[in-house]
Structure formats: C-alpha cells, structure tokens
C-alpha cells in the first residue's frame, strides 16, 4: 500500500495549488483520506478530510474556504486545491487513509513522503 502525495511547489502568496494523492495497493472509495500539513520546527496538523462514502469534507479553521478536498475513485486520487495561499501555509503536506475522516492523526495510516508548499512573498 502507496499514498503518493504530489503537486506542490514554489508559489506567490495569493497562489493556488493542487495538490495529489495517488494510491496504490488499495481502493481509496473504500477509506477516508485526509490531508495533514507539517511545517518546519512545528508538529504536524490536520488540514482537510473526505469521507468514503458521502464525501463529507471537513477543513481545519484556518484553511475554511480556501481549501476544498476531493476525491476521484475512478483515478483512486484524492486532491487538495488550496488557494489564496498564504505563508503560514508553507509545510510539507501529507496525505493518509483512515477509518473514518478525523482530524487526529493517529487515527490514520499509510503516509506518503509528502510534498513540500513553500509560498512566498
């Protein structure tokens, strides 16, 4: 079991991204993802996570509407498009399957090597 996290990038405050989640070895349709983010010095948070069956999302506060999780079976992908990007959202991002979508990071598994936002002023 793979969760190849990709997508990120050097980018301008006010920036979008995409991030991706690629799996392998398993069937997204049948996990929660999540997507947590760990800066530099700091410990990892929670950023967003998506449901397996009704996609139900939920966003830490500070990324709430600028940040939409989402899923495509099809692609077993799950994406992250972050916009008005901001400093504080420099970290590398990581993203992981759970039982049920929580903002806990003990409660999921499988981490990918993530990938590294740096915005920029």
């Known amino acids: 079991v793979q969760l190849q996290a990709s997508g990120g990038g050097l980018v301008q405050a006010g920036g979008s991204l995409r991030l991706s989640c690629e799996a392998s070895?398993?069937?997204?349709?049948?996990?929660?993802m999540g997507w947590f983010r760990q800066a530099l010095g700091k410990e990892r948070e929670f950023v967003a996570a998506?449901?397996?069956?009704?996609?139900?999302?939920y966003y830490e506060d500070s990324v709430q509407g600028r940040v939409t999780i989402s899923r495509d079976n099809a692609k077993n992908t799950v994406y992250l498009q972050m916009n008005s990007l901001k400093l504080e959202d420099t970290a590398v991002y990581y993203c992981?399957?759970?039982?049920?979508?929580?903002?806990?990071?003990?409660?999921?598994?499988?981490w990918g090597q993530g990938t590294l936002v740096t915005v920029s002023s």
């Open positions: 998506i449901s397996r069956r009704s996609g139900t999302t």
């Open positions: 070895g398993l069937s997204i349709s049948m996990w929660a």
């Open positions: 992981a399957r759970g039982r049920e979508p929580s903002r806990f990071g003990a409660q999921y598994r499988n």
